[in-house]
């Protein structure tokens, strides 16, 4: 029952206070057993915690990931555009556009396979690098070369 | 009552006797558990479970890693064209006339444009699927397999047809 208390002052106060509390839990609570429901309904409460009790978690990483699909849509429009309007717009366009679109895969990439605290920041530091060598590259091969653009006709036209 | 006043209830539940929240937040995050997890198996060094080896390999299976392959694929191959742009010396149409006096042959150019449009098309094409994916839809298994077959047929035929350009 003392569980229960405890567990109510996430809403009130948020999660912080909770971590100060020496007798706090550190797995996930187990439902006693006086209160007999369907399993489905207590998933349906275990999860919709996280929005019944707004602000005591993060959205970023939901942000993150509807910001990569909206991305996603962007540069499969690009690629009908800068067919039929070739140029310097769409050239830096797809620059940054793919150049993004590569750091954000490369990045899903590098949580999937690297673990630990300190290879996962080495990792994510040298694609930043990556990214950024590429973007430049790009931007330089727009500004003094042919273009991203002209180069994919040129390319073709052998 | 304790815990939040107001909350939506689900259809079907009784709205009588006032509930507290049942879950509460661990005292660590999913990542420290993560990173726990591999520590404590590589401390003990814990051999990996066979999975890739043993597991019969599926159309999905090969089509996720296949759009992992061909993502990571061109990310590296664009990274390495800005490198070369901003390290070698000449222009762009410089080493194209140097790469036509290279082939000879139009089937090997032919080839090397296959070679390119396809891990293109299929990344294209698969990334649709999974944009299907994202709003809800097409996970029915014989779905998977009629949206995989389709990009799979779209990204060959797509790819032959560029080649020919």
């Known amino acids: 029952m003392a569980a229960i208390v405890r567990l109510s002052s996430v809403c009130r106060r948020g999660v912080k206070p909770l971590f100060y509390q020496s007798t706090f839990l550190a797995r996930p609570l187990a439902v006693p057993h006086t209160y007999k429901e369907h399993p489905y309904q207590l998933t349906a409460k275990i999860h919709a915690s996280q929005a019944l009790c707004a602000g005591s978690g993060s959205k970023a990483a939901s942000l993150h990931w509807t910001a990569e699909r909206v991305l996603s849509i962007l540069l499969l429009a690009m690629g009908p555009v800068a067919y039929f309007n070739p140029g310097p717009f769409m050239d830096y366009s797809l620059a940054a556009a793919l150049t993004l679109h590569g750091h954000w895969g490369i990045g899903q990439v590098l949580t999937d396979y690297v673990h630990g605290d300190a290879k996962i920041k080495m990792a994510n530091a040298g694609l930043f690098l990556l990214s950024t060598v590429t973007f430049a590259g790009l931007c330089y091969f727009n500004y003094n070369d042919v273009g991203i653009c002209k180069a994919v006709a040129m390319l073709w036209s052998k | ?165």
């Open chain 2, 1 to 165: 009552a304790p815990g939040c006043s107001r909350r939506p209830r689900r259809p079907g539940t009784s709205n009588t006797a006032p509930h507290p929240n049942y879950a509460a937040p661990m005292g660590t995050t999913a990542k420290e558990e993560m990173n726990k997890f591999w520590a404590k198996n590589a401390k003990l060094n814990r051999p990996m479970s066979p999975h890739l080896t043993i597991y019969k390999w599926s159309v999905p299976m090969m089509m996720s890693i296949t759009h992992r392959g061909t993502g990571v694929g061109l990310s590296g191959a664009i990274s390495a064209f800005a490198l070369a742009a901003l390290v070698l010396p000449g222009n762009y149409p410089y080493y194209l006339d140097l790469i036509h006096s290279l082939y000879i042959g139009p089937y090997l150019i032919g080839l090397a444009k296959f070679g390119i449009a396809f891990p293109v098309s299929y990344h294209t094409y698969n990334g649709i699927r999974h944009l299907w994916w994202d709003i809800g839809k097409g996970f029915k298994i014989p779905e998977v397999y009629r949206t995989g077959y389709t990009v799979i047929a779209l990204s060959v035929i797509t790819s032959i047809a560029v080649a020919f350009l």
